[in-house]
C-alpha cells in the first residue's frame, strides 16, 4: 500500500466517525432549575391549600416588545420570577392579529384561582395562569396554528407521579380541553399553546382517558431509546475505525516486509 492510499484509507475512517457523530439523535437536557445546583422555592398559590407552607404571593410573567412599521418582537417569552420559574411562554408575533398603529405590546401571565368551569377530567393541581397580550391600541388576539415556537410550560407543585395532563380553555371561557403534555424536568410540563387564554396543570381522575399526555415513565423510556441509539452508533463507529487501523496496519507490515526483502 502506497502512502497516498494509506492516507485516503485514514480520512475514509475519520470521515464514517463524524456521520456517526453528526447522526446521533441529540440528547434532551433539563431546564436550568431542574437540577440540585438550583433547586426550587416552595411553590406559590393564589390561594394556598390546607397545611401547605406559607410562601409570597405568585409573580406575573412579562414580557414586551417594540413594534415598528407593523412588524413585531419575533417572540414574547413573559416568565414568572420564582426560583424555579411556575410559568414560562413563547408567544410568536407572527401568531397575533394587532390593531392598526400599535407600537408597544405586553405579553402577560396571570396567576389566578380556579373559576367557572372546572376540568371534568379530574382536579386541577397549582395555579391556573391566563396568558393575555395587549397593544398601546387595543387587545391583541391570537391567529393561526401553534408553531415550534409556541409553547407553554408550568411548574407543577412537586414532582409527585403520575404526571398531570396540561388543560386550556380561550380567553373568552368555555370547557376545559387537555393538550399534548411532555415532561420536560423533573415537575415541569410543556405542551403547545394553541392561543391566549386559561392554562391549568389537571391530575386525572382514576380511569380518566390521559387524551394528548404523555407520562414521566413514558418519557423517560424516550430518553433511554435515545441513549441506546447514541451509543449503538459510537460502538459501531468505534469498531469499524479499530478494524480499518488493524488492517491499515497489515499492510503497512506486509509493503515495509516486501520493501526489506528486494
Known amino acids: 500500500m502506497t502512502r497516498a492510499q ?27 432549575y431542574d437540577g440540585l445546583g438550583f433547586p426550587d422555592e416552595p411553590y406559590r398559590y393564589v390561594v394556598a391549600p390546607p397545611g401547605t407552607q406559607r410562601t409570597q404571593p405568585p409573580s406575573v410573567g412579562e414580557d414586551d416588545g417594540l413594534v415598528f412599521k407593523g412588524v413585531g418582537p419575533q417572540v414574547l417569552l413573559p416568565v414568572s420570577d420564582e426560583n424555579g420559574p411556575q410559568v414560562q411562554a413563547g408567544i410568536p408575533a407572527s401568531q397575533l392579529s394587532v390593531p392598526a398603529g400599535t ?37 391583541v388576539t391570537a391567529t393561526g396554528r401553534p408553531t415550534g415556537d409556541s409553547v407553554v410550560s408550568l411548574r407543577a407543585p412537586s414532582a409527585a407521579q403520575p404526571a398531570p395532563v396540561m388543560e386550556y380553555r380561550p380567553a373568552g371561557g368555555g370547557p376545559w380541553r387537555d393538550l399534548h403534555t411532555i415532561r420536560v424536568g423533573n415537575d415541569i410540563y410543556q405542551a403547545p399553546l394553541p392561543g391566549l387564554g386559561d392554562y391549568v396543570l389537571v391530575r386525572l381522575a382514576p380511569g380518566a382517558r390521559r387524551g394528548g399526555a404523555q407520562t414521566g415513565a413514558s418519557h423517560a423510556a424516550e430518553g433511554h431509546s435515545g441513549r441506546g441509539s447514541a451509543l449503538l452508533s459510537w460502538v459501531l463507529g468505534g469498531a469499524f475505525a479499530l478494524l480499518c487501523a488493524a488492517i491499515l496496519a497489515v499492510r503497512v507490515r506486509r509493503t515495509r516486509s516486501g520493501e526489506a526483502g528486494r
Request: glycine share 10%.
Open 6 to 32: 494509506a492516507t485516503r484509507l485514514v480520512a475514509l475512517c475519520l470521515g464514517l466517525l463524524t456521520l456517526a457523530w453528526l447522526f446521533t439523535p441529540p440528547m434532551a437536557t433539563p431546564p436550568l
Open 103 to 139: 407600537t408597544q405590546l405586553v405579553a402577560k401571565a396571570t396567576p389566578l384561582a380556579l373559576q367557572g368551569t372546572t376540568p371534568t377530567d379530574g382536579t386541577a393541581w397549582g395555579n391556573v395562569y391566563r396568558l393575555t397580550v395587549t397593544g398601546d391600541h387595543g387587545p
